[in-house]
Protein backbone atom coordinates (compact mmCIF):
# COMPACT_ATOMS: atom_id res chain seq x y z
CA UNK A 1 0.00 0.00 0.00
CA UNK A 2 1.15 3.41 -1.43
CA UNK A 3 1.28 5.90 1.40
CA UNK A 4 -0.22 9.56 0.55
CA UNK A 5 2.84 10.98 2.77
CA UNK A 6 1.51 14.78 2.18
CA UNK A 7 -1.92 14.23 3.11
CA UNK A 8 -0.74 12.18 6.32
CA UNK A 9 1.64 15.14 6.99
CA UNK A 10 -1.15 17.68 6.76
CA UNK A 11 -3.73 15.44 8.70
CA UNK A 12 -0.79 14.93 11.66
CA UNK A 13 -0.34 18.73 11.51
CA UNK A 14 -3.36 19.36 11.75
CA UNK A 15 -3.30 17.55 15.16
CA UNK A 16 -0.52 18.51 16.67
CA UNK A 17 -2.11 22.17 16.06
CA UNK A 18 -5.22 21.27 17.70
CA UNK A 19 -3.76 19.49 20.33
CA UNK A 20 -1.34 22.14 21.49
CA UNK A 21 -4.13 24.69 20.69
CA UNK A 22 -6.26 22.88 23.71
CA UNK A 23 -3.45 22.79 25.91
CA UNK A 24 -2.02 26.19 25.16
CA UNK A 25 -5.62 28.44 23.66
CA UNK A 26 -3.84 31.52 23.72
CA UNK A 27 -0.47 30.45 22.46
CA UNK A 28 0.66 30.47 18.84
CA UNK A 29 0.92 27.22 17.82
CA UNK A 30 3.09 27.03 14.34
CA UNK A 31 3.08 23.69 12.89
CA UNK A 32 5.42 23.10 9.79
CA UNK A 33 6.83 20.32 7.49
CA UNK A 34 9.90 19.30 8.29
CA UNK A 35 12.79 17.02 6.88
CA UNK A 36 11.14 13.47 5.24
CA UNK A 37 7.90 13.20 6.88
CA UNK A 38 8.89 14.72 10.24
CA UNK A 39 7.15 18.50 11.38
CA UNK A 40 7.84 20.99 13.05
CA UNK A 41 6.30 22.66 16.40
CA UNK A 42 6.51 26.51 17.64
CA UNK A 43 4.29 27.79 20.39
CA UNK A 44 4.45 31.25 21.68
CA UNK A 45 2.62 31.89 24.83
CA UNK A 46 2.81 33.78 28.04
CA UNK A 47 2.72 30.56 30.07
CA UNK A 48 6.45 30.44 29.23
CA UNK A 49 7.27 33.00 30.86
CA UNK A 50 10.20 32.76 33.55
CA UNK A 51 10.07 28.84 32.72
CA UNK A 52 13.75 27.33 32.16
CA UNK A 53 14.16 25.52 28.44
CA UNK A 54 14.08 21.95 30.61
CA UNK A 55 10.89 22.74 31.87
CA UNK A 56 9.04 24.25 28.42
CA UNK A 57 10.59 20.97 26.95
CA UNK A 58 9.14 18.56 29.55
CA UNK A 59 5.95 20.23 29.67
CA UNK A 60 5.38 20.08 25.60
CA UNK A 61 6.93 16.21 25.28
CA UNK A 62 4.40 15.22 27.82
CA UNK A 63 1.97 16.46 26.16
CA UNK A 64 2.92 14.73 23.16
CA UNK A 65 3.32 11.81 24.54
CA UNK A 66 -0.11 11.31 25.80
CA UNK A 67 -1.73 13.07 23.40
CA UNK A 68 -0.04 11.78 19.97
CA UNK A 69 1.22 8.38 20.88
CA UNK A 70 3.64 7.07 18.62
CA UNK A 71 3.12 10.08 15.78
CA UNK A 72 5.01 12.50 18.46
CA UNK A 73 8.24 10.42 16.79
CA UNK A 74 7.42 12.21 14.02
CA UNK A 75 7.94 15.99 15.65
CA UNK A 76 11.43 16.33 14.72
CA UNK A 77 12.03 19.61 16.50
CA UNK A 78 9.90 21.58 19.31
CA UNK A 79 10.40 24.86 20.42
CA UNK A 80 8.62 26.86 23.47
CA UNK A 81 9.20 31.17 23.59
CA UNK A 82 7.16 33.53 25.90
CA UNK A 83 6.94 36.90 23.65
CA UNK A 84 9.11 38.34 25.80
CA UNK A 85 11.92 35.79 24.44
CA UNK A 86 10.98 36.93 20.67
CA UNK A 87 11.79 40.87 21.65
Do not use: C
Amino acid sequence: MVRNTKQADETLMARVRAVYGAEFPNALVDVSPGYADHIHVILVSREFDDMPEAEKQSVLWRIAEQELGDDRQLISLMLAYSPDELK
